[in-house]
């Protein structure tokens, strides 16, 4: 079971804590965590897109010039796609961009994203994170004492408001809940913070 150093916001290492090896010692698969970072952002995909065919574009319904004897190539319609203002071969239309993976490669591919994290040793267990209140300043504080510079997920067991918007305005920072967790936002930060009762919830979750 890989065991990994628990720190207080201070930045200093208060103990250790032994994580599940199901969860954050699994064989890491690339394959399944490219999948699912795909069907992530097919999924946010908006599919409103949307161009006129050559039916729909408004005008063109006169013959342009007769058939024969102009000495100039034949046309039926100026609203032709080869026109200037013609409509638009095979138009994007709107659509839905969405579909589903199944529940087990999702769950591996989230499990092996974990396991990236302890591998590369960017993964953080704080042993709390409580604010009474929102203060920027001392977020980036708690940040500059873990030593992270670059990008960060935080993530918490539940919804601390203070917490929220105090690392909102840091650019390079975002916050989540464990039941929001997902693979395009832990391979999308450079550093992985979670709370120590966080950890719990996650492998009581996903064990």
Do not use: C
């Not at 097919?42 to 102009?70: H, I, L």
């Not at 071969?89 to 087990?104: E, G, I, M, N, Q």
């Not at 920072?173 to 919830?201: G, S």
Request: charged share 25%; proline share 4%.
């Amino acid at each position: 079971m890989p065991t990994v150093p628990v720190y207080n916001v201070s930045g200093e290492k208060v103990s250790e804590i032994q994580l599940n090896d199901s969860i954050f010692g699994v064989e890491i698969n690339t394959h399944v965590m490219h999948a699912v970072v795909k069907n992530q952002l097919a999924n946010k995909r908006q599919g409103t897109q949307s161009a006129k065919t050559r039916a729909e574009v408004r005008g063109g319904g006169r013959k342009p010039w007769r058939q024969k004897g102009t000495g100039r190539a034949r046309h039926g319609s100026s609203r032709s796609p080869i026109w200037v203002g013609g409509g638009t071969v095979f138009a994007p239309k709107p659509r839905d961009h969405s579909y589903k993976l199944p529940k087990k490669v999702r769950r591996l591919a989230l499990k092996s994203a974990l396991s990236s994290k302890v591998l590369s040793e960017t993964l953080i267990v704080l042993d709390d994170l409580q604010m009474t209140q929102p203060k920027t300043k001392e977020m980036t504080n708690i940040l500059k004492n873990l030593k992270v510079d670059g990008k960060a997920l935080i993530v918490m067991e539940q919804v601390n408001d203070s917490v929220i918007r105090s690392a909102r305005n840091i650019p390079g920072i975002q916050t989540t809940l464990v039941n929001t967790l997902n693979v395009y936002d832990i391979l999308k930060y450079d550093r992985f913070i979670i709370t120590r009762n966080a950890v719990e919830k996650v492998e009581e979750v996903y064990a």
